[in-house]
T-cell receptor, first 116, second 112 residues
Framework: GAVVSQHPSRVICKSGTSVKIECRSLDFQATTMFWYRQFPKQSLMLMATSNEGSKATYEQGVEKDKFLINHASLTLSTLTVTSAHPEDSSFYIC????????????FGSGTRLTVV | DAKTTQPTSMDCAEGRAANLPCNHSTISGNEYVYWYRQIHSQGPQYIIHGLKNNETNEMASLIITEDRKSSTLILPHATLRDTAVYYCIVRVRNNAGNMLTFGGGTRLMVKP
């Protein structure tokens, strides 16, 4: 079945630094990838939709200059949290979709970001 | 995509069947019902999906009412490892541009 690899699984960074999270589709081409954020005891909230070769579409309230998304190939999307602050600490999850993927969407294992 | 309503939490005894309901009264004719679950600190995992017929796979069964306004996910013999948050989502299948919208889900606690 379709597999999405996400790493790192957890990262601790200092306030003001940037962190890059990678999301790879291992056995299929992902024309569209989605980035979600999840705070403790809450549901997943969509941050942005990433389309290969074009600019990402951000949800209302998500700062595009802070959460940089790059989807340069059909198998890789990256999310960079720039100038991270403690309030950016969260669980970030990517999801990939491709035409013909019978499961609809496949999710990465998530990245636990802690900003200190 | 149609909105879904699920109970906030449920308990189930280990070895018993877990029946998780979902209401989706505004579902459209071309929308499928998808179920995912999320075990603590992991990404969501696909369980099953269906359009109008009941479906069964190695993980679960999906029962969809004839009017398609509600469905039930059945875990036939729940184990402790089935403790997770279960999300019911309705959406058009194979529309790669549409995101999945997550509601609150049902927190299933399987107890020994």
């Amino acid at each position: 079945g379709a597999v999405v690899s996400q790493h790192p699984s957890r990262v601790i960074c200092k306030s003001g630094t940037s962190v890059k999270i990678e999301c790879r589709s291992l056995d299929f081409q992902a024309t569209t990838m989605f980035w979600y954020r999840q705070f403790p005891k809450q549901s997943l909230m969509l941050m942005a939709t990433s389309n290969e070769g074009s600019k990402a579409t951000y949800e209302q309230g998500v700062e595009k200059d802070k959460f940089l998304i790059n989807h340069a190939s059909l198998t890789l999307s990256t999310l960079t949290v720039t100038s991270a602050h403690p309030e950016d600490s969260s669980f970030y999850i990517c999801s990939a979709s491709a035409p013909g993927n019978n499961y609809g969407y496949t999710f990465g294992s998530g990245t636990r970001l802690t900003v200190v | 995509d149609a909105k879904t309503t699920q109970p906030t939490s449920m308990d189930c005894a280990e070895g018993r069947a877990a029946n998780l309901p979902c209401n989706h009264s505004t579902i459209s004719g071309n929308e499928y019902v998808y179920w995912y679950r999320q075990i603590h600190s992991q990404g969501p995992q696909y369980i099953i999906h269906g359009l109008k017929n009941n479906e069964t796979n190695e993980m679960a069964s999906l029962i969809i009412t004839e009017d398609r306004k509600s469905s039930t996910l059945i875990l036939p013999h729940a184990t402790l490892r089935d403790t997770a948050v279960y999300y019911c989502i309705v959406r058009v299948r194979n529309n790669a541009g549409n995101m999945l919208t997550f509601g609150g889900g049902t927190r299933l606690m399987v107890k020994p």
